[in-house]
């Protein structure tokens, strides 16, 4: 029960350093994801039943509620399905030039696609609001360490 400061009484005010640590287990999935990476590889699941592939890889089919039943490598490149462009930087410093970051659908035709897409970045200047359904692929860094970080940005491949 939290009793109510009355107004004769001052407000207190308590100073907390908090100290958090922080662990992830990256699991069997992002495991193989993250090293296949690291060979410049895209790697997903393949569910039979549906016929989806997941990357990032999932041990679950979202659409069949079953486990999925193979490893696939991916093409590294696809259709940008929404993009977004940012003049924060991830740490929070303003910046000049926007940085465009986008949900890639990875995989050609349509009915090729992969689940649900990557988010990441979109390389150079480019004009965000003619980005949705420009063809990419990935511009990968040549020292790799097992990181989405491995693949720098998608390149517009198109137009």
């Known amino acids: 029960m939290v009793t109510p400061i009355k107004k004769s009484e001052e407000a207190v005010t308590i ?7 922080y662990s992830f287990s990256a699991g069997i999935a992002y495991t193989k ?3 296949g990476l690291k060979e410049g590889k895209i790697i997903g699941r393949k569910c039979y039943r549906c016929g989806r592939v997941y990357v990032p890889p999932r041990m679950y089919c979202d659409d069949c509620f079953r ?3 193979e490893w696939v490598e991916v093409r590294d490149e696809g259709v940008i399905e ?3 462009a940012s003049y924060i930087s991830w740490t929070r410093d303003k910046l000049e030039e926007p940085e465009v970051i986008a949900v890639i659908r990875l995989g050609g035709r349509e009915k090729d696609w992969i689940f649900p897409g990557l988010f990441h970045r979109i390389c150079g200047k480019v004009d965000v609001d003619r980005l ?7 511009v990968w860094r040549e ?4 990181s989405i970080n491995d693949i720098e940005c ?3 491949v198109e137009g």
């Open 154 to 156: 998608f390149k517009v």
């Open 132 to 138: 949705i359904g420009k063809k990419v692929k990935a």
């Open 33 to 35: 994801f993250l090293n």
């Open 67 to 69: 486990p999925t039943d």
């Open 15 to 21: 100073r907390y350093k908090l100290e958090a640590y």
């Open 82 to 84: 929404t993009a977004s």
């Open 143 to 146: 020292k790799r360490e097992g």
